[in-house]
């Protein structure tokens, strides 16, 4: 074991990684102290300093670990650190070793061949623009607070920075299998303890779930897609976890459409995700599906509209189409690169909804990115979800069948069909700083990881490497 550490230490690269990797926990944990205050004692640092640095360690040897790092703080990991939280923290961290890696080591830039990563650079582009031209006091109101548009611009970089990175760190099969089991193996006593059937069920809620992941209907979307498509299509995994799987999804449906079923965004997108899988896999099964889902709608249209529209829904609905109206006044004065990440709200103050003044944003994640980065955003935004379904699409077919992989693909295009309907409800693929805000990530992330791991395949498959 000693000659082991000593080997391992003694290499040139390896001491050059452990220096970076020392400077780097240090700068976070300043950042930690700046931000919490002198309760954290010096003992406290220096007991954190070699966790970090050993795990540092570890993601730099091995990159996909961060992503199952992401995974579990995400999905069972209750704390978080403000301003920004741990899962923009972490993903910021891994994108820094990642550059750091690629110019140290690789000495040079050098980004996957895929038609995904064209639009994310011109939308970073987009983004820093609109960031500037944000800047310009578009109405004669206060200036939105510049910590709340870096915020706002943190929010779109990382979310690409996430997809980007799975792009192109995971080259073996064996992660993207982890990732997906992982998240499901935590996802899925969420759902138990939601229908309170689990002992303690009110305990587990208050420690592991916290309200950022659960409230995001992404974070059930992408649960439903992946139980779904693996529990079904994945005819080499075991009976007895596609059982699990599909008593997860089964579990799922039930709270959504019973005790959750006032909340539309949390389960309708899940619906779309569903039946778009069935479509892309077994048409033969969709269609006499989609015929009875059909006929069910309009014989029973009015108990479903009843049971829907309950609570406070229709007058969202109404005060929704009223803020896309005002919004898309607002829009006007700079209708090519918005206003600015995060500016719009500012400016609602000045135009009432409804008859009131207040500040509001528009529960529409299209609306608010042409809002924010204009119709060029909009623009790059819809190009990426082209190609990326058109990737799915294609791989549908190029991989082995009848297992993960196939099953992952399907799952994929559920989940990007679904994570699309869902930005219509407001429930954000990419967060927005004044509602959600940046914490949001931690449901959305699980739509950019899993959409990278698309692009991944496609590398593995491409080099010849091994997708079963």
């Not at 039946?275 to 033969?284: E, H, M």
Request: with cysteine.
């Amino acid at each position: 074991m000693t000659s082991f550490i000593q080997k391992t230490l003694g290499s040139g690269e390896t001491k050059r990684w452990l220096r970076l990797l020392v400077i780097i926990g240090m700068l976070f944990l300043t950042l930690v102290i700046a931000r919490t205050g002198p309760q954290i004692s010096l003992l406290a640092v220096i007991a954190a300093l070699p966790v970090l640095v050993v795990g540092g360690y570890l993601i730099v040897r091995y990159p996909p670990l961060g992503f199952l790092l992401v995974i579990v703080i995400s999905t069972v990991f209750k704390i978080d650190i403000p301003p920004i939280g741990l899962i923009a923290m972490v993903v910021l961290l891994l994108t820094v070793l990642w550059i750091v890696d690629m110019v140290v080591r690789q000495r040079e830039i050098n980004l996957v061949n895929s038609p995904t990563m064209t639009p994310l650079i011109l939308f970073t582009a987009v983004v820093i623009l609109a960031f500037i031209v944000g800047q310009l006091p578009w109405f004669s109101i206060a200036q939105v607070p510049i910590d709340n548009q870096i915020g706002g611009v943190a929010i779109f970089i990382i979310s690409f920075a996430a997809f980007i990175l799975v792009a192109h760190q995971i080259r073996d099969i064996r992660w993207l299998k982890w990732m997906v089991y992982l998240f499901i193996g935590l996802a899925g006593p969420a759902v138990f303890i939601g229908m309170r059937v689990l002992p303690g069920w009110r305990t587990l809620n208050q420690l592991l779930l916290h309200p950022k992941t659960t409230g995001g209907s992404l974070f059930w979307l992408w649960l439903a897609c992946m139980t779904f498509s693996q529990a079904l299509f994945n005819k080499k995994l075991a009976m007895k976890w596609r059982g699990i799987f599909l008593a997860i999804l089964v579990g799922y449906l039930y709270l959504a459409l019973g005790r959750n079923r006032a909340w539309t965004s949390g389960w309708a997108p899940s619906f779309v995700g569903l039946f778009v899988i069935l479509w892309v896999a077994r048409p033969k099964w969709a269609m006499p599906l989609t015929m009875v889902g059909v006929a069910s709608l309009i014989l029973l249209f009015q108990p479903i509209y009843n049971s829907i529209f309950i609570g406070d829904n229709e007058y969202s609905a109404m005060t929704r189409l009223e803020a896309w109206r005002i919004v898309g006044e607002i829009i006007k004065v700079n209708p090519i690169l918005g206003l600015g990440p995060g500016n719009y709200y500012n400016y609602t103050l000045l135009f009432p909804i409804l008859g009131f003044y207040v500040e509001f944003n528009s529960h529409n994640n299209y609306v608010d990115i042409v809002a924010q980065t204009g119709i060029l955003g909009l623009a790059c935004f819809i190009w990426f979800v082209v190609v990326t379904w058109q990737l799915g699409w294609r791989l549908r077919n190029q991989v082995p069948k009848d297992g993960f992989t196939q099953a992952f693909v399907y799952g994929a295009l559920g989940g990007l069909a679904g994570s699309v309907a869902a930005g219509m409800f407001g429930d954000w693929v990419l967060p927005f700083v004044y509602n959600i805000g940046i914490f949001g990530l931690r449901s959305s992330i699980y739509a950019w990881f899993f959409l990278g791991g698309l692009v991944a395949i496609d590398q593995m498959r491409r080099a010849g490497i091994s997708l079963d």
